[in-house]
């Protein structure tokens, strides 16, 4: 079985600044995937980054990069330069196993950009 | 390419009744999957299908269930419906492989009175 969580209900960040949000994950599979999503208030999850759990690098895919450190299982998001539009909720899931299509989400972080 | 689609987008239902729900994959995609959205529970995984066979299911009651089309689109139906079961259903597709990224439809919002 997995479990992520994601200790921070909300946080708040001022436009062109970076930010971290938390992910904490469980898992006894040898081999999994981790990923985060972003959900706007339309409702549509919206992929943002991936980390395989063999992957020696830290994932980036433009302004978001994946802090990931295994030993932790801690696979933290960073954004950075905050924008407006991307006030969010934000949700950090793992897929494990040969579990195909499954993933086990968080609760989520709320993201509020300031100008 | 147009992306995932999930009809209808909003319903309203009594209980008791029974509802069904559509979603058509971004073209190419043979794996569908089905999520159930609450404030309370969060997202919570349905069901997998892929190539019309349902390969991983969730923890679910089976008024809910699903199938899947030779076309790859899935219909997901929930039967005697429950208050409980007011949620948004999200659908996602995939080429179905593992630790792939889902492609996310804007999900149906039901409402159960």
């Known amino acids: 079985a997995q479990k992520i969580t994601q200790t921070q209900p909300g946080m708040f960040v001022q436009e062109k600044e970076a930010v971290t949000l938390d992910c904490t994950y469980d898992t006894s599979d040898p081999s999994y995937g981790l990923f985060w999503y972003k959900q706007p208030s339309s409702g549509e999850m919206i992929f943002l980054i991936y980390q395989g759990s063999y992957d020696q690098q830290n994932a980036t895919e433009g302004r978001y990069s994946l802090n990931f450190q295994k030993a932790r299982k801690s696979a933290n998001l960073v954004i950075s330069a905050s924008q407006l539009g991307d006030s969010a909720m934000y949700f950090c899931?793992?897929?494990?196993?040969?579990?195909?299509?499954?993933?086990?989400f968080g609760q989520g972080t709320i993201l509020t950009v300031h100008p | 390419k147009a992306g995932v689609t999930q009809t209808p987008r909003y319903l309203i239902k009594t209980r008791g009744q029974q509802v069904t729900l559509s979603c058509s994959p971004i073209?190419?995609?043979?794996?569908v999957s089905w999520y159930q959205q609450t404030p309370g529970q969060g997202l919570q995984f349905l069901f997998e299908y892929f190539s019309e066979t349902q390969r991983n299911k969730g923890n679910f009651p089976g008024r809910f269930s699903g199938r899947q089309f030779s076309n790859s689109r899935s219909e997901m139906n929930v039967s005697t419906l429950e208050l409980g079961d007011s949620a948004l259903y999200l659908c996602?597709?995939?080429?179905?492989?593992?630790?792939?990224?889902?492609?996310f439809g804007s999900g149906t919002q039901l409402s159960v009175l």
């Open positions: 073209s190419g995609h043979r794996s």
């Open positions: 899931a793992i897929e494990g196993g040969t579990s195909y299509g499954k993933l086990t």
């Open positions: 996602a597709s995939s080429l179905g492989q593992f630790n792939e990224k889902l492609f």
